[in-house]
C-alpha cells in the first residue's frame, strides 16, 4: 500500500502561482509514476500531469506550459508549479501514483484550489 498526502492548496488570483507538494509513504518502491489529477466542481477527474521515474513527463494540453511536474531525487515526492492560473483551474487537485508491476493506482485526498479574484 502507498499513502499519498498532498499540501499547498489555497486561494489564488487569476495569473498567479501556487505549488503543490505531495510525499508518499508505505510501499514506495512499487511506485513507478507518479502525477497530478483535479476534479473541477461538477465534472469528473482527471488526469493533468505525470512523471516517471527518469524524469519524462505528459501535460494535459490545458495545463501545458502553465503547470511543472516534477519529482525528488529518492522519488518519494511529487510537485505541480502552477503559474498563470486561470479560473478554470478551480479544482480539488489530487496526487496519484502508479505501481510498477501491478494494475493498481493510489490517490491522495486531495487539496483544494480556488483561483477567483
Known amino acids: 500500500q502507498v499513502q499519498l498526502v498532498e499540501s499547498g492548496g489555497g486561494l489564488v488570483q487569476p495569473g498567479g502561482s501556487l505549488r503543490l507538494n505531495c510525499t508518499a509513504s508505505g510501499s514506495i518502491f512499487s511506485i513507478g509514476v507518479m502525477g497530478w489529477g483535479r476534479q473541477p466542481p461538477g465534472k469528473q477527474r482527471e488526469v493533468v500531469a505525470t512523471i516517471n521515474r527518469d524524469g519524462a513527463s505528459y501535460y494535459k494540453d490545458s495545463v501545458k506550459g502553465r503547470f511543472t511536474i516534477s519529482r525528488s531525487n529518492a522519488k518519494t515526492a511529487v510537485y505541480l508549479q502552477m503559474d498563470n492560473v486561470k479560473f478554470e483551474d478551480t479544482a480539488v487537485y489530487y496526487c496519484?501514483?502508479?505501481?510498477?508491476?501491478?494494475?493498481?493506482?493510489?490517490w491522495g485526498q486531495g487539496t483544494q484550489v480556488t483561483v477567483s479574484a
Open positions: 496519484v501514483a502508479y505501481a510498477n508491476l501491478t494494475s493498481s493506482d493510489y
